[in-house]
């Protein structure tokens, strides 16, 4: 299971890095994109979107059965889950507003109560919490109007100088994102992740971190994945409202097929032997440090040292930047580990609760 958080949160940051720059808008591209743009965002909606955040999440719940196993104390992991949300709040008023640390402790409480329960209702729980999330954002997306803008239009230009006019400014502009987002936490973000962690709790206990899926079930997930994630990709064309409204969601579902998929590939090319990919088994251990420690280097590159590189990336520049910084954080776990037991944050999350 290390191994698989390990690439789950290095994968985080091929989705997070685009919205270091300027929150509300995300990746913008140019209003004549490159051919790299369009083959780019063909594999992230395939590969990456929503995928390792799926991952990561399926096994925080896995995570939080382990813990309880361990302990036999609800307390004790609440306690744990507070921790993690006051993490959460100074990570998303200080560095980023798109911070998942306080939607995990929420999500994580309400999935606790679930930890005693028989399988059969966990995945039932698990599936209604995402269905009720998807449909939400659906009607939320369907009242709310698209539009379509390019980053050499003077709407994003105007955004960025003002966003940018002092550090003020950058610091009141993420306080406000970030509160939006704590806005929508019990409204959609909530129900999504209990409902992922609760599958993932549900996974744990029927052994499949272990044994993997049966054949047909992996059958069920490769053709559910592949066809949610055409379907997607159909919808990124379609500019009526409904499609609009649809894309959220379908994207939620496909990525979590997806992330299923994942974890039965390496679950079955490790035969459950850590000790094959032992940086990523590292990985998987610091996962609350290098978290963090993306958020801090991103936050560093493009809101105080290249603030103008949002103004020029293109997809492929995200990539390769993200691509040097996974490989900086892998360099940091083959050595960390030879020196220390746990990673800093991990160590002060332990401490504390």
């Known amino acids: 299971m290390d191994i698989i958080r390990g690439l789950a949160v290095l994968g985080l940051m091929y989705m997070n890095a685009y919205f270091f720059g300027l929150f509300e808008f995300g990746y913008v591209p140019l209003a004549d994109p490159p051919v790299s ?110 539009y379509v803008i390019s980053r050499d239009a003077d709407t994003f230009i105007d955004s960025y100088q003002a966003l940018h006019a002092t550090f003020s400014t950058l610091f009141i502009n993420n306080v406000l994102m970030f509160v939006l987002m704590l806005i929508a936490l019990p409204l959609v973000t909530l129900w999504m992740a209990a409902g992922l962690m609760l599958i993932g709790i549900y996974l744990y206990k029927q052994g499949l971190f272990v044994s993997g899926f049966a054949t047909q079930s992996c059958v069920f997930i490769t053709a559910a994945a592949l066809l949610l994630s055409l ?76 603030p103008e590189w949002v103004l020029s990336f293109n997809l492929l520049d995200y990539w390769l930047l993200v691509t040097g910084l996974v490989l900086l954080q892998i360099l940091v776990c083959a050595i960390y580990p030879r020196y220390y037991n746990d990673g800093p944050l991990e160590a002060l999350w332990r401490r504390l609760s």
Request: charged share 10%; with cysteine.
């Open 231 to 306: 379907f997607r990709l159909l919808l990124q064309w379609q500019y009526s409202p409904l499609s609009y409204a649809l894309q959220e969601p379908v994207n939620w579902l496909a990525a979590l097929f997806t992330a299923l998929l994942y974890i039965q590939l390496i679950v079955k090319l490790c035969a459950n032997k850590a000790a094959s990919v032992p940086v990523l088994q590292a990985a998987g251990r610091l996962a609350l440090s290098l978290y963090i420690s993306q958020s801090v280097m991103l936050f560093v590159l493009f809101k105080i040292i290249f």
């Open 37 to 146: 743009d369009h083959i780019i965002q063909w594999l992230s909606l395939i590969f990456v979107d929503g995928r390792f955040r799926s991952l990561f999440c399926i096994l925080f719940g896995a995570g939080l059965y382990i813990q309880w196993q361990r302990w036999q104390s609800h307390e004790k992991l609440i306690k744990r889950l507070k921790i993690l949300a006051v993490l959460g709040l100074l990570h998303g008023f200080l560095l980023w507003a798109g911070d998942i640390l306080l939607i995990y402790a929420c999500a994580g409480w309400l999935a606790a109560k679930y930890l005693t329960a028989d399988a059969t209702l966990i995945l039932k729980r698990g599936v209604q919490f995402l269905l009720l999330g998807a449909t939400i954002t659906f009607l939320i997306s369907l009242l709310e109007p698209s």
